[in-house]
């Protein structure tokens, strides 16, 4: 399946209840320009209201994910245009969407790119991935996200050489951050995401939605305020049919058939 109505992403739906989204402006190393963050917040929110999925993956090129906000359209912007106009607020949408997403990122992965990636729930690297907030360079900071989730994902000391330098780095030291959970090589990257994004879209979908907004809520929340709201979510989904389903095909040693409610 092909929308072919996105200029700068192409959507299609690599394995049943997985939709994968890939940045698509070659020729600028997918730097994320409005026109394309408008498409992917489209992309997205077409998956994440479309029944048939449960998951959604976000890939580049091999040479690139992004290698950040688009610098050429950025040039010549003023304080009041970018203040006015809430620029870059609309990345934020991501946040928004309830299905799982997962970044597969080869190459590139530079300003905003990086912090695209750390917006998803999961991140796989291509061995080549090369990571940063270069943001220090252009005479800017890093401003959807960089300070903020990096700093909570490696920690001060890391995320502050890293913003305050530019420096880059690889898939190795992002693998043993914990920034990415699987590093594979770069031809099989967007395959070994897909196939994560089915298993994922094989559970029931309702607990799959609960369990990725506990953990979002607990990154932000203290330990007793997220303990609880885990625990409501959990009380909640013994209203679904996949509770029961899940545990009578347990019982009956067989595998589950959910539904989504
Ligand atoms: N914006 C616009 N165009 C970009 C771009 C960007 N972020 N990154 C690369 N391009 C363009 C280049 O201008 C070039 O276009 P032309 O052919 O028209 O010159 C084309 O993509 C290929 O790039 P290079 O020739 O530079 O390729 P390279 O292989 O030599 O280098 C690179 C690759 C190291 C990624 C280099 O392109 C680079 O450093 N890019 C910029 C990275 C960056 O600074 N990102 C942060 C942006 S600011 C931001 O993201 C703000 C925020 O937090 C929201």
Redesign the pocket.
Known sequence: RHVSRYSTVVVSNPAPGVTLVSLNRP???N??STPLILDLNAAMKEADTDPSVGAIVITGSEK?FA??????EMQHKSFAEVYENSF?ENWSEAKTVKKPILAAVNG?A????C?LALMADIIYAGEKAVFGQ??I??G?I???G?TQRLTRLIGKSRAMELILTGKTFGAKEALDWGLVSAVFPPEKLVDEAVKTASLIASNARLAVQAAKEAVNLGLQVGLDQGLLYERRLFHSLFATEDQKEGMTAFIEKRAAKFKGK
């Open positions: 020729k600028s190393l730097a994320l690139a290698a950040g906000a688009d610098i050429k870059i590139y530079l300003g905003g790119g912090e270069p943001e360079k252009l800017i890093p401003g959807a960089g």
